[in-house]
């Protein structure tokens, strides 16, 4: 098991930049694809990003792709996401997530999770 913490979110315009942080203690994350999910209120929680282990292949949900970067430094057990241009809908609460084998968008196959950062936008 690992834990995770997220930290990095805010209250941002639209158009504005965030770096969010995801910090694990447990295990030694190079184990783990790691995921970026997001929940609005009342809606579902939706896939964003995803790494794996090595940091070699990653993937992102088609709303994100080109405005949103992940990453992960191993050595310091963090995985990173980079919001650019910033839109309203991106507003949400933000959760990293840990899961064994490879990158995956489906939030079933993940087994740890942080407790969010949340995300304003104001336009």
């Known amino acids: 098991q690992v834990q995770l913490v997220e930290s990095g979110g805010g209250l941002v315009q639209a158009g504005d930049s965030l770096k969010l942080s995801c910090a694990a203690s447990?295990?030694?994350?190079?184990?783990?694809?790691m995921g970026w999910f997001r929940q609005a209120p009342g809606k579902e929680r939706d896939f964003v990003a995803a790494i794996g282990g090595d940091g070699v292949r990653t993937l992102y949900a088609d709303s994100v792709k080109g405005r949103f970067t992940i990453s992960r430094d191993n050595a310091k057990n963090m995985v990173y996401l980079q919001l650019d241009r910033l839109r309203p809908g991106d507003a949400a609460v933000y959760y990293c997530?840990?899961?064994?084998?490879?990158?995956?968008?489906?939030?079933?196959?993940?087994?740890?999770w942080g407790q969010g950062t949340q995300v304003t936008i104001s336009s």
């Open positions: 997530a840990a899961a064994h084998g490879a990158p995956t968008t489906w939030p079933s196959y993940y087994n740890d």
């Open positions: 447990g295990r030694a994350l190079s184990r783990y694809s």
